[in-house]
């Protein structure tokens, strides 16, 4: 099989030269799109070093047999597609599903790594995880950029500095990965969540768990979130705004699966922070958790700096590169073999995954998925 890679939007690059050799060493072939690497400081040498070969763009797109993305293709590339493409990225289908029909031509099939389950198992080819964790972690150093204070405690000979008091909102693996890096920066810590299972991985990082009664059950919401009654989320706000006034940052992660993100930190509340303070809001290319969050834009409200940025993990952009592609050789071991692609629908992680399949729709649609699953062995009986 023909492997392209593209340059992307962001400074990543989906396919690093390891994993491109990984292919090469499976009897496949790579091709990329030149400077794909580039951003990633990953050179076009050490593409041609491990036998890739370099193409325009419209040659990667229109000879690959498999394209993998950070970004869905846009329609005006699916059009320069060869029949019969796989296509591997992140369509995020339960934001908006009828992206998938975009895919549904020319035999096409696209597979999904933000649909794999969040499984123990599909840990390791969890793409959301590490981005996310890398979203967390830089969130806090966004932060440090524009607080005009300290982040620890100091005691200098011009007197004490006291700690910055950092709140989380939404102790996910992002919220975990940045109470993790505030915490080591000496921060005071403090964070909330609405799941019931966020309270004990709080704690064991060391901040405080800001807990409020009453929280909707999500044990059977596959670990995400769900939607709180008007009650919780009228004393969950008294809260929030108590805290948010003394707080010097605060970090937003606060994501709802296929749905906007809510609200939390209102302008009101905004207005009663001190001047200075900064506000990271990683839920903002889903409405944001800030009443005043800008997308792709660092805001001053009331004397407040607001960045919205739900791809920060494209900053850090040779590790997260590292990580994304260690996630999709993992998920590919699942299905990839010397002769092309062997899937076993029975497979979850592989069923969950593929929203279209040989140019058809099979996302929501059980019907599709069980077609797609082959009828289990029956074993023949032996007559005595
Ligand atoms: P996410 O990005 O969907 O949301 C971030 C956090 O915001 C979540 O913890 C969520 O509970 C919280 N949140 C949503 N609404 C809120 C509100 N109104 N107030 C406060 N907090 C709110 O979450 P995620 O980081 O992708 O993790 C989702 C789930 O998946 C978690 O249960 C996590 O433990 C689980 N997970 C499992 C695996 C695995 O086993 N493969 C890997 C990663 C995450």
Known sequence: MLFGILKEQDQR????????????????????????????????????GIGAKSKSREEVLSSSNVLITLDPLSKEDVAKLAEGTFLFSSFQPFQDAS?????????????????????????????????????????????????PRYMPMLSTAAGTVPPSKVLVMGAGVAGLQAIA???????????????????????????????????????????????????????????????????????????????????????????????????????????????????????????????????????????????YSKNIQNYMKLFLTKEGFDFDFNDEIILQSCIVYKGDVVYGNEEKQKQLVPPAKVEESVEA
Do not use: W
């Open 13 to 48: 690059v989906s396919v690093t030269p390891e994993l491109a050799k990984k292919f090469i060493s499976e009897g496949h072939e790579v091709i990329y799109e030149k400077g794909a690497g580039e951003s990633a400081f990953i050179s076009d040498e050490l593409y041609e």
């Open 99 to 147: 992206i998938c029909e975009v895919y549904a031509t020319k035999g096409i099939s696209a597979f999904s790594f933000d649909m794999i389950p969040r499984t123990t198992i599909a840990q390791s080819m969890d793409i959301l995880s590490s981005m996310a964790s890398i979203s967390g972690y830089k969130a806090v150093l966004k932060a440090t950029d524009y607080l």
């Open 181 to 323: 890096t505030a915490k080591r920066l000496g921060a005071q810590v403090e964070a909330f969540d609405t799941r019931a299972a966020a309270k004990e991985e709080v704690m064991s990082l060391g901040a405080k768990f800001v807990e409020v009664e009453g929280a909707t059950d999500d044990t059977s919401a596959g670990g995400y979130a769900v939607e709180q009654t008007e009650e919780y989320k009228k004393r969950q706000a008294e809260l929030i705004a108590q805290k948010v006034e003394k707080a010097d940052v605060v970090i937003t992660t606060a994501q709802l699966r296929g749905r906007p993100a809510p609200t939390l930190v209102t302008e009101e509340a905004v207005k009663t922070m001190k001047a200075g303070s900064v506000i990271v809001d990683l839920a903002s290319s889903t409405g944001g958790n800030c009443a005043l969050t800008k997308d792709k834009e660092v805001v001053r409200a009331h004397g407040v700096t607001i960045i919205g940025n739900s791809n920060l993990a494209a900053d850090i952009s040779e590790q997260a590169s590292v990580l």
